[in-house]
């Protein structure tokens, strides 16, 4: 019995495309279809179209696992086809080829709108600087969206900077690796920061010019 429940445990493990995972609410699937569609991949782009297979592997109702491919198909997340096998037998074949085209959208999207982000950060710093950003400052402001610093804490130094009338990178990287070590991480905790900055000053002030001959 415990052999048997080992070499189940070791049987080849279910893969799941993490762009998949992360992103099948913006597809509309449900967690029921998901584990269906993430079965129907790990079979192969194409494979014949029998519920009982779901019944056995998935341990779902026969008819529920019809309505969920059928929901796939009104989806356009899979497609299905009716075509002759090996022995010249009609079969209905369930294609993935929709949901990756999908997915390949999703991810040209996500590419795009990332370029339009970086070209708003690079018109910013060349407007600050007064002039084109060289080669070597493009690829340090990408390092620093690679790094996942923020579009928004990125324009704060450089503005940081600018009221210094310094117009450095490597004094911005300082300003942004100073703001990373203090947890900054938005516009409104640079705000704080300062805020308590001054404070703190204000405070060092009022005990340095106390009178202490004048307390009674």
């Known amino acids: 019995m415990t052999d048997n429940l ?56 026969k008819f529920k ?13 899979i497609s299905m086809k009716i075509e002759k096998n090996s022995s010249n037998i009609r079969e209905e074949y369930i294609y993935t080829d929709l949901l990756y085209n999908k997915l390949s959208s999703l991810i040209l999207n996500k590419e795009e ?7 708003e950060i690079f018109s910013s710093f060349e407007k600050e600087f007064g002039r084109t950003i060289s080669p070597m400052e493009y690829e340090l402001i990408k390092s620093w969206i690679n790094d996942k610093i923020s579009k928004e804490l990125i324009i704060e130094a450089l503005k940081e900077a600018t009221y210094n009338g310094v117009s450095n990178m490597r004094y911005i990287e300082k300003i ?25 000053k204000k405070k060092e002030v009022e005990v340095y010019d106390y009178n202490w001959l004048e307390d009674e």
Do not use: A, C, H
Not at 65 to 74: D, K, P, R, W, Y
Not at 113 to 119: A, F, H, S, V
Not at 178 to 199: A, H, L, M, P, S
């Open 176 to 200: 942004l690796s100073e703001w990373q070590r203090k947890g900054i991480k938005t516009k409104e905790d640079v705000i704080k920061d300062k805020n308590n900055f001054k404070n703190n």
């Open 65 to 77: 696992s019809m309505e969920i491919i059928n929901n796939l198909l009104e989806k356009n997340i």
């Open 113 to 119: 709108k990332t370029e339009d982000n970086l070209e």
């Open 6 to 61: 080992v070499n189940i445990l070791k049987e080849k493990p279910i893969i799941i495309p993490r762009i998949l995972l992360n992103n099948y609410k913006l597809l509309n699937i449900t967690e029921e279809e998901l584990i269906v569609l993430i079965y129907i991949i790990n079979i192969g782009d194409k494979i014949t179209y029998n519920p009982e297979i779901f019944v056995k592997e998935l341990n779902i109702d």
